[in-house]
């Protein structure tokens, strides 16, 4: 496994990851724009250990030195030693291209680079870097410390040894792997974010409101979470960039995203994050808006 990994982003993907790597024995370097960010998510992974104690997942003598192995800043230069790094920004092309030239400049040449992406194209970013052959893609699953699997896509330059590499990463946290080709969405997305966009849909023409959508998902088809919960726990300006990705990408209209989810995007009701999506979180018990 890396023994020095950095993270891009402190939000809920990149603290869950500096989670792991840090309780799986790697030093973790977690960088932000933001200090703000980067302490909110200390506290946050903080919070996190405690409860994976009180459920007898991990021992009360692993919280402080998992926390101790997380060092954080806002200057890439804090990558210059690492083994590899891991971009878990906002899911936007353009965004993450930045941020991974940004990234190389002070990298190590012999250092593996990887993205959190949930559906761009690994091939076009790890194009846009100096280091095609050391890029993979790594997609973990929300929450992090919580879901056991991680999706593993090589793009076209990417080697076996890289390849092998970031599995052996993914087992050494205790994730199954699941092996994605380089398709928009890879398997995870490709499946359930059309099914929330139908979800969305449905709500939209009026075949059901925002709680009989759920109900009927939940006890009709045994999913934990409704389909409109999911959405609103992903964040719905995720869940509109993926959508996007996969309509320009495939160039398929059945990946059109409802006008609904659009309009809530422009809302700035984004979910759970913010408070209000397709229910509000502003009480006890959320509340369907819809």
């Not at 973790?28 to 200390?42: K, N």
């Not at 699997?149 to 970031?166: K, M, P, S, Y």
């Not at 599995?167 to 199954?176: C, D, I, N, R, S």
């Not at 509109?240 to 495939?250: E, T």
Request: include cysteine.
């Amino acid at each position: 496994m890396f023994k020095s990994i950095g993270v891009i982003g402190a939000g809920q993907m990149g603290h869950g990851i500096a989670h792991v790597s840090a309780l799986a024995g790697a030093d973790v370097l977690l960088l932000d724009r933001s200090e703000d960010a980067l302490a909110e998510a200390l506290e946050n992974i903080r919070t996190y250990m405690e409860g994976q104690v009180k459920r007898g997942l991990i021992g009360a003598d692993e919280v402080e030195p998992a926390l101790a192995r997380i060092s954080t800043g806002t200057d890439y230069a804090m990558f210059g030693d690492c083994d590899m790094v891991i971009e878990s920004a906002t899911e936007n092309e353009e965004v993450k291209r930045e941020i991974l030239r940004s990234a190389i400049e002070h990298m190590r040449e012999d250092a593996y680079l990887a993205t959190n992406t949930s559906s761009i194209s690994i091939t076009r970013l790890a194009a846009n870097t100096d280091r095609a052959p050391l890029f993979c893609g790594c997609h973990f699953m929300n929450p992090v410390p919580a879901m056991p699997l991680v999706e593993i896509i090589r793009g076209l330059a990417t080697t076996d040894e890289t390849f092998q590499q970031f599995k052996e990463f993914a087992e050494a946290l205790g994730k199954t792997v699941a092996v994605a080709e380089d398709f928009p969405g890879f398997i995870v997305n490709r499946i359930l974010i059309p099914m929330v966009n139908e979800a969305i849909y449905t709500l939209y023409e009026g075949v059901g409101t925002v709680a009989a959508i759920d109900t009927a998902m939940k006890l009709g088809t045994r999913h934990k979470l409704g389909p409109l919960e999911l959405a609103d726990f992903i964040g719905l300006d995720t869940c509109l960039a993926i959508l996007s990705v996969l309509h320009s990408d495939l160039a398929d209209p059945k990946y059109r995203p409802c006008p609904l989810l659009v309009k809530y995007v422009e809302a700035g009701w984004l979910g759970v994050k913010t408070g209000r999506g397709f229910y509000d979180y502003g009480e006890d018990v959320p509340r369907p808006t819809r």
